[in-house]
């Protein structure tokens, strides 16, 4: 144990990417082809806007032919520089207009959110 460890001591709480989703706070990107990418609520909703979704379009073939390539460049980001956590320079997202972050999630993949959702 460290100092900083003495110093932060345990969490009160968590609050687990799945908590999160069943909330309705992240939906899963893909999950036919990315399985645990997730976006943020906002994030979602910008592309439902921006691309004239709606709900019942994700999934579908069009939906996935704008959706996956921002998730495949999220993950060579990620492949770039594997030791870090949060990435929060490098993905502009043509699907939201808006700079997007990138984190790695306790599931194993990676959440898309705009900065004022971290």
């Known amino acids: 144990m460290t100092a900083t460890d003495d110093f932060w ?3 009160i709480s968590t609050y687990t990417a799945s ?5 309705g706070l992240f ?3 893909s999950p036919d082809t990315h399985a645990n ?3 943020t609520r906002p ?3 910008r592309i439902l806007e921006v691309e004239g979704f709606t709900e ?3 999934g579908g ?3 996935r032919q704008r959706v996956v390539p921002l998730l495949m460049d999220a993950a060579l980001i990620v492949q770039a520089d594997p030791d870090e956590w949060l990435y929060t320079k490098g993905l502009q997202g043509d699907l939201t207009s808006k700079t997007l972050w990138i984190a790695r999630n306790e599931l194993g993949g990676l959440t898309i959110m705009f900065p004022e959702d971290y």
């Open 19 to 23: 908590q999160a989703i069943e909330d």
């Open 37 to 39: 990418c997730l976006l």
């Open 43 to 45: 994030v979602f909703e």
């Open 9 to 11: 001591g345990e969490p």
């Open 27 to 29: 939906v899963e990107a």
């Open 56 to 58: 019942d379009d994700v």
């Open 61 to 63: 073939l069009r939906y």
